[in-house]
């Protein structure tokens, strides 16, 4: 079966810091890969994706995501984040194959102003 | 909004009580997925509907009942609830035909408590 594991489970930085949140995922197919955000009472929202090609993907409000496939990893990275990015971030999986979604526990993100 | 409406956003329920979630979608999509958010846990996949049809059950519960009368809507019907079933009940839809690949469209919720 397919498992996501997000191993930062809160996240405390300073405005202007980089952020990277790990996620790795376990499954030997091919696999379409997701971060979603969760901000304070608001709906999950789609970040960024990766289906195929350049394995560095851009994303929405400056995020971008690296997939490592020796590495099962996609990784969520942002140069320097503001306070308005405190939120829920979830890691996605999904084979290329089927329509169910595996989500990692989330990470949940603090940024001090 | 995101297309996809769920009511009501927040429910107090007793154990012993009936109650229903609703889902709707104006996206045009053709699947619809009832998803459990409960604190440090992964997002629980509980039901997915395909073209009205029910593709997938994770063993969920008999207390959990989901209906989907046509592809715009979607009901999670529930009765004799325990405590540890309070959570966010989320649901989300995609179009198939497209493939999930493009991603989910969520709603914003139910919060659901059981008392």
């Known amino acids: 079966a397919q498992s996501v594991s997000q191993h930062n489970h809160h996240v405390i930085l300073s405005e202007a810091a980089s952020l990277e949140l790990g996620c790795n995922y376990s499954?030997?197919?091919?696999?379409?890969l997701f971060w979603y955000v969760q901000y304070p009472g608001q709906h999950l929202q789609l970040l960024l994706k990766y289906f195929s090609g350049d394995p560095l993907v851009k994303g929405i409000k400056g995020f971008e995501a690296e997939f490592i496939k020796s590495k099962f990893s996609f990784n969520l990275r942002k140069p320097s984040v503001q306070w308005s990015d405190t939120a829920e971030y979830f890691c996605a999986v999904n084979a290329n194959t089927g329509n169910q979604f595996y989500f990692g526990t989330g990470t949940s993100l603090t940024v001090i102003p | 909004e995101t297309g996809v409406t769920q009511t009501p956003r927040h429910l107090v329920m007793g154990m012993t009580n009936k109650k229903s979630l609703k889902c709707e979608q104006h996206?045009?999509?053709?699947?619809m997925y009832w998803y459990k958010q409960s604190a440090k846990k992964p997002l629980e996949l509980m039901f997915v509907?395909?073209?009205?049809?029910?593709?997938e059950n994770n063993s969920v519960p008999s207390r959990f009942s989901p209906e989907c009368p046509n592809s715009s809507h979607l009901f999670l019907h529930l009765h004799t609830l325990q405590p540890e079933d309070s959570a966010l009940y989320l649901c989300?839809?995609?179009?198939?035909?497209?493939?999930?690949?493009?991603?989910?469209?969520f709603g914003s919720g139910t919060r659901l408590t059981v008392v």
């Open positions: 509907y395909s073209l009205e049809e029910r593709v």
């Open positions: 499954y030997g197919g091919t696999v379409n």
């Open positions: 996206l045009g999509h053709n699947a």
């Open positions: 989300a839809s995609s179009q198939e035909a497209t493939g999930p690949n493009y991603g989910y469209t």
